[in-house]
């Protein structure tokens, strides 16, 4: 089945660096995508989504970023912080699709260097 | 916190018993998500109720089942438990019954099969 994957399973910065974090995904009918932050022992936080008629969509600190053309999404964390420090989740949805629910990649871990 | 909270926090059972996850929504959110977290596989969707109704349906094995109550919280039941079923089992809730909404996570519960 069509999935949805990682570039880097493990991301290291320093404090106040900023952090972009890589998904590829492989279904193009995909048409809406969020990012979800886990931290350890905690469920996955919604971050920030985007639908597939925007290239870019900005939040407080983060950015998005989709290039439908390489089917590629990204994460953009500005001045990272220690508080950062968590595996982020790219998901994906096809609306028409006859799975219909979110399939979430493997995850990448950030750690934050003070 | 997400306003979704899951009981117990952790189990832990030994091969072939039955045990019962249980999860309270979102005040207001009347689809409930579950999902299996595990190392290998990620976060894996199991199954979604709306409303008391099976909505959606992922890779939920036949020995797992769910159910949606009246007052919408929600129960997750795995039963001949084997030492593959150790993983963190989710539940998640969204406003509405569309399957790829932006959705709202527990603590997890943390199961342990010996």
């Known amino acids: 089945g069509e999935s949805v994957g990682l570039h880097l399973p493990t991301l290291s910065v320093q404090e106040g660096d900023n952090s972009i974090i890589n998904c590829a995904y492989s279904?193009?009918?995909?048409?809406?995508f969020i990012w979800y932050k886990q931290e350890s022992g905690k469920g996955p936080q919604f971050i920030i989504d985007?639908?597939?008629?925007?290239d870019k969509r900005q939040g407080q600190r983060v950015t998005v970023l989709l290039n439908k053309t390489v089917k590629h999404l990204s994460l953009q964390i500005a001045a990272t912080q220690p508080g950062d420090s968590a595996v982020y989740f790219c998901?994906?949805?096809?609306?028409?699709?006859?799975?219909?629910?979110?399939?979430f990649g493997k995850g990448t871990k950030l750690s934050v260097k003070p | 916190d997400s306003g979704v909270t899951q009981t117990p926090k952790h189990l832990i059972t030994a091969t072939g018993q039955r045990v019962t996850l249980r999860c309270s929504p979102r005040?207001?959110?009347?689809?409930v998500y579950w999902y299996q977290q595990s190392l290998d596989q990620g976060l894996q969707f199991l199954i979604q109720?709306?409303?008391?109704?099976?909505?959606a349906k992922g890779n939920i094995l036949e020995r797992f089942s769910a159910q949606q109550f009246p007052d919408l919280h929600s129960e997750l039941n795995l039963s001949s438990l084997e030492l593959g079923d150790s993983a963190l089992y989710f539940c998640?809730?969204?406003?509405?019954?569309?399957?790829?909404?932006?959705?709202?996570f527990g603590s997890g519960t943390q199961l342990s099969v010996l």
């Open positions: 998901a994906e949805a096809s609306y028409g699709g006859s799975q219909g629910n979110l399939i």
């Open positions: 985007i639908r597939s008629n925007m």
């Open positions: 005040s207001g959110d009347l689809s």
């Open positions: 279904n193009s009918a995909s048409d809406y």
């Open positions: 998640a809730s969204s406003a509405s019954r569309a399957t790829n909404e932006k959705l709202f």
């Open positions: 109720y709306y409303n008391g109704e099976e909505r």
